[in-house]
Each structure stands twice: as C-alpha cells, then as structure tokens.
C-alpha cells in the first residue's frame, strides 16, 4: 500500500469538500491528529499498523486500491496539478516569458511530458519547469528533472524553433506544511539540485541572467500579482 499517495487522495477529496481537517475528523469520529498523520503519509503509525504487522512477519504486504466515483480520482489529482501549473504560467507571463504547457517528448527512448517550458526571447533563456502538489521521493523528482533539462534544448528547437543560449530548472512546489516538512527532511539533496530559492529566485525570474537551478513554493491559488508582491 502506497501510504503518500493514499494521503495525498485523502487530502485532494477533503479539499475538494471544502472542509478542515477538524470537520472531516469530526465527520469520521476520529481526532484531528488522525486525519493530520494519514494526509502526511503516516497512516501505518496509527490503527493499520495492527493490520500491517501480521501479514509484514510473513514477508507478505497489505495492498488497499482507493477509489472514487468509477475512476474520476486520477482527474481530481490532476486538477491540483492544473491549477498549480496555471499560476506558475502566470507568474512566468507577468514577467515576459513565453509559455508552452505539457511539452512532450521522446529522445533516444527518453519519455516524458515537461510541465512548463519557458523562453526567455531576449536572452535567450530556456526554463524547464517542473511542478508538484506533492514531494514523494527526492530523488525520482531530482532525476526525471536532470532528463528533461538534458534534453529540452533539442525539444524547444524542434517544436518552437527557439535557439537556446542558457537551460535553467526550476521546481515548483505547492505551498503546505507537508512539502515543506518533506523538503526539509531531504534538505541535503534538494540544497545540492536546487540552491536558489525565495527573493533570489524571483528576481532572476525578472531578469533572468546565466544558468540556475531554483526551487520556489507557491499557493496554486496565487495570482501573478499576488506572487510578484510575496
């Protein structure tokens, strides 16, 4: 059972609703803490750890498939995705890049989809965006992204006829406590892949000037003016 993804389900239909942690709590008869651990990953530290144990001391695991409405779950969770996404492309056009959403590609056998692709016309810069609405391992995120930067190059000048001078990364991470904590927890890598971050990073979004590799946090509920402001 992927605990992350069965929290991460649980948290995109509390939201969807509208409601608290404390109202869903309320709802299911359980405490806030509950719904807070299960929404972080930690659902084995409480009552499925009983569940888990036994069939664990037969190497043997617990597999539980979360479902909804005959299959619309993979739509809800892309729809954090896509709005989350949106802002990014609007923070980028406030700040004059041109914007190429779900950029595709296959390289050599390399497959994938670019999240946002970003040029910088005067300078000639190219941003390979990458955007989360959940962390789950720092070093899938870090290696997927080293892919796409590697190859982004031959893909915007094959699809978008744009000449690259510079390929810069950024990361963007939906704004929670849990990404934070999650980033927090792997801070070694992500400091080493990502060194720019906060004020300086929006500025070199301004004024893009060499190569960088940026991680930034954002509410995917943030307008571009609400982001040039924070």
Do not use: C, N
Request: glycine letters at 6%; hydrophobic letters at 50%.
């Amino acid at each position: 059972m992927d605990l992350v993804r069965f929290g991460v389900v649980i948290r995109a239909l509390r939201r969807r609703r509208g409601w608290t942690q404390a109202f869903l709590a309320a709802k299911a008869g359980v405490s806030q803490s509950l719904v807070s651990s299960v929404e972080r990953g930690h659902a084995d530290r409480w009552v499925l750890a009983h569940v888990i144990a036994i069939p664990a001391a037969l190497d043997a695991r617990v597999e539980i498939d979360l479902r909804w409405r005959a299959g619309e779950l993979d739509r809800l969770l892309d729809a954090d995705h896509a709005a989350l996404g949106a802002t990014v492309g609007r923070v980028l056009t406030a700040f004059a890049w041109r914007v190429q959403f779900e950029v595709t590609y296959a390289v050599y056998g390399a497959r994938g989809s670019i999240d946002l692709l970003g040029w910088h016309a005067p300078t000639r810069t190219l941003l390979v965006i990458e955007v989360k609405t959940e962390v789950t391992s720092a070093e899938s995120t870090i290696r997927k992204l080293d892919e796409k930067v590697r190859l982004a190059s031959q893909v915007a000048m094959e699809r978008f006829g744009w000449h690259t001078a510079v390929v810069a990364r950024l990361l963007i991470v939906e704004d929670t406590t849990t990404a934070r904590r999650r980033i927090r927890s792997a801070g070694p890598l992500f400091d080493a892949a990502f060194p720019l971050r906060g004020v300086a990073a929006r500025r070199w979004l301004r004024a893009p000037r060499g190569q960088v590799s940026a991680l930034m946090f954002l509410p995917s509920s943030s307008t571009a003016t609400g982001m040039s402001r924070r």
